[in-house]
C-alpha cells in the first residue's frame, strides 16, 4: 500500500504564508511526478502546481510568481510554499503522485486526503 499525507494547511490571512508538506510512505519504489492540486467550495479541481523527478516545474497562472513546489526525493517528499496568499486560494490542497511500487506494473497515481488552506480577507 502506498500513503501520501499532507500537512501545514490552516488559517491565514490574505498575504500571508503557508507550507505546505506531503510524505509518502509504503511500497513506493520511485516517484515520477509530484504535483498538488486543490479544490475550492463549489468548483472543480485543479492543478496547483506539478514537479518531475528532475526538477522540472510546472505552475498554474493563478499561483506564478507566488507560489513554489520543490521535493527532496531522498524523502518521497513534495512541498508547496505559498506567499502572498489571497483568499481566491481558500481551497482543500491535494497531494499527487505518479509512482512506481514494489509490486511492478504500471505506475499509479495516489492521492492525499486534502489539507484545508483558509485565507481571510
Do not use: H
Amino acid at each position: 500500500q502506498v500513503q501520501l499525507v499532507e500537512s501545514g494547511g490552516g488559517l491565514v490571512q490574505a498575504g500571508g504564508s503557508l507550507r505546505l508538506s506531503c510524505a509518502g510512505s509504503g511500497s513506493i519504489f520511485s516517484i515520477n511526478t509530484m504535483g498538488w492540486y486543490r479544490r475550492a467550495p463549489g468548483k472543480q479541481r485543479e492543478l496547483v502546481a506539478t514537479i518531475t523527478s528532475g526538477g522540472g516545474t510546472n505552475y498554474a497562472d493563478s499561483v506564478k510568481g507566488r507560489f513554489t513546489i520543490s521535493r527532496d526525493n531522498a524523502k518521497n517528499t513534495v512541498y508547496l510554499q505559498m506567499n502572498s496568499l489571497k483568499p481566491e486560494d481558500t481551497a482543500i490542497y491535494y497531494c499527487n503522485a505518479n509512482l512506481w511500487t514494489y509490486f511492478g506494473g504500471n505506475p499509479i497515481d495516489s492521492w492525499g486526503q486534502g489539507t484545508q488552506v483558509t485565507v481571510s480577507s
